[in-house]
C-alpha cells in the first residue's frame, strides 16, 4: 500500500559550528546544501520550503542577517522562522549526551 503525506522535512544540526553567531550557523548549513543546490531549489519551487531556527540563549540580543545570506536563503524559494527561547542562567537546559 502507498502512503502519501501533507507534511514532511529533514532536520540539520549546526552544532559542528563553534560560532555562537546565528549567520554563521545558517550559512554553514546552506553550505553544507551547496553538493544538491539545485534539488534544493526545485523542491522549494514546487512545495512550501521553510528554513526554521531554533535559538535557545540567556540573554537578550539583536538578531539580523547579512544581504548576501538573505539572497542565499532566497534562492531555494524558501521562507525562513525563528524561534528564540529566552532562559534564566540556571533555567538553561544541560545538554545530553548521547
Known amino acids: 500500500m502507498n502512503r502519501y503525506f501533507a507534511d514532511g522535512g ?11 553567531r ?6 554553514n548549513l546552506l553550505d553544507r546544501l551547496c ?8 523542491l522549494g519551487e ?4 521553510c528554513i526554521s531556527c531554533f ?8 538578531i539580523t542577517l547579512p544581504a548576501d545570506l538573505v539572497e ?3 534562492a531555494l524559494y524558501a521562507r525562513m522562522w525563528t524561534e528564540v527561547v529566552l532562559y534564566e542562567e540556571d533555567d ?5 549526551v548521547s
Do not use: G, M, N
Open 55 to 62: 535559538i535557545d540563549t540567556t540573554r537578550v540580543e539583536t
Open 46 to 49: 514546487e512545495y512550501d520550503a
Open 35 to 42: 553538493p544538491s543546490w539545485s534539488t534544493f531549489q526545485q
Open 22 to 27: 546565528i549567520e554563521d550557523h545558517i550559512s
Open 10 to 20: 529533514w532536520l540539520l544540526d549546526a552544532k559542528e559550528s563553534e560560532s555562537r
Open 72 to 74: 542565499r536563503i532566497s
Open 92 to 96: 538553561q537546559p544541560e545538554e545530553t
